[in-house]
């Protein structure tokens, strides 16, 4: 039940193309869903994050799609760039019931060819 | 604003050992995190640190411990080093308990 599952585990993206990395969960409490890049040698960087009343969110080239039925969740990569390869990580939390506790996935390490 | 930072950069140990890591969070962040980033095992919740008190606890052995200073830095310690704690340990800090977490670089801790 704390599981995040996470797919694919590695994903090659020609540039300019979309890359789309899909998340799981089975906890219904889970109410904060952030997604964090990481470069190698670096810590991870929040890159956008949802609240289950929302069904989507847009920060420039990156989109979260939200499923609350279905339990799940994914992030799209417009116009992909290789400045963009790096680890991706879905993550989960009951935030506003717990606090603290992220549950992160398996995380997906993206390559963007030129 | 200066980020999370930790300290040591890098951290070799012997099997047995104690290790001690240090991290400094963000200026006016109240809430610090601990994760450990094993190969192959992702992130995983160690430690969740607020006002000074330890909020919430991964699935780790005792021998993991920590504290947070009434400066808000931290500190994690690592007893009776085993192998397979040789990992990234990544200190995150939050400027309210439902707020996001900011990563600092991480420790990397090499245990022979």
């Known amino acids: 039940q704390q599981q995040v599952k996470q797919s694919p585990q590695s994903l090659i993206v020609q540039k300019g193309g979309i890359s789309i990395i899909n998340c799981a969960y089975e906890?219904?409490?889970?109410?904060?869903f952030p997604w964090y890049q990481q470069f190698p040698g670096k810590g991870p960087a929040l890159l956008i994050a949802?609240?289950?009343?929302?069904s989507e969110k847009k920060e420039g080239r990156f989109t979260i799609s939200f499923n609350k039925s279905a339990k799940q969740f994914s992030l799209h990569i417009m116009d992909s760039q290789p400045g963009d390869s790096a680890t991706y990580f879905c993550?989960?939390?009951?935030?506003?019931?717990?606090?603290?506790?992220?549950?992160f996935g398996q995380g997906t390490e993206l390559s963007v060819k030129p | 604003e200066a980020g999370v930072t930790q300290s040591p950069t890098h951290l070799i140990k012997t099997r047995g050992q104690q290790a001690t890591l240090r991290c400094s969070p963000i200026?006016?962040?109240?809430?610090v995190y601990w994760y450990q980033q094993a190969l192959g095992l992702g992130l995983q919740f160690l430690l969740w640190?607020?006002?000074?008190?330890?909020?919430n606890r991964g699935n780790f052995p005792p021998r993991f411990s920590g504290r947070q200073f009434p400066n808000y830095s931290s500190e994690l310690n690592v007893n009776a080093l085993e192998l397979e704690d040789s990992a990234l340990y990544l200190c995150a800090s939050s400027l309210e308990v439902i707020d996001t977490q900011y990563f600092g670089p991480g420790t990397r801790l090499t245990v022979l």
């Open positions: 993550a989960a939390t009951p935030l506003y019931n717990q606090g603290g506790k992220l549950i």
């Open positions: 200026s006016g962040h109240t809430s």
């Open positions: 949802i609240r289950p009343d929302v």
């Open positions: 640190y607020d006002e000074g008190e330890e909020r």
């Open positions: 906890n219904t409490a889970f109410d904060y």
